[in-house]
């Protein structure tokens, strides 16, 4: 089993920072894939940033450059970094667990069993 708890969402101009933080514990077999994903009112969920126990990241093209997935205290705390803010990233920023998978499916909600409860991030124009 593993538990996973968001914080750090909010309300934001566009232009600003937010960084949202998930403390992780459970079974580390069930924690090799980490990410942080996302779903907007009315769209399907989707992968915004993955990162490995090796420090290997992966993030969605809508964020390169401006979100940054970092992890610590032995993978114990995931962090979100995300900056430059748009309307566009306004959504319930989820984050999420799995155990080994397949690679290139480090973005597809499949890979992973395990969910926070969600915490929202709103940006506004």
């Known amino acids: 089993q593993v538990q996973l708890v968001e914080s750090g969402g909010g309300s934001v101009q566009a232009g600003g920072s937010l960084r949202l933080s998930c403390a992780a514990s459970?079974?580390?077999?069930?924690?090799?894939?980490m990410g942080w994903f996302r779903q907007a009112p009315g769209k399907e969920r989707e992968g915004v940033a993955s990162?490995?126990?090796?420090?290997?990241?992966t993030y969605a093209d809508s964020v390169k450059g401006r979100f940054t997935i970092s992890q610590a205290n032995a993978r114990n705390t995931l962090y979100l970094q995300m900056n430059s803010l748009t309307p566009e990233d306004t959504a319930i920023y989820y984050c999420a667990a799995g155990p080994p998978g397949r690679m290139d499916w480090v973005l597809r909600s499949s890979n992973y069993n395990y969910w926070g409860q969600g915490t929202q991030v709103t940006v506004s124009s």
């Open positions: 459970g079974s580390m077999y069930s924690r090799v894939f």
């Open positions: 990162i490995l126990r090796d420090g290997t990241t």
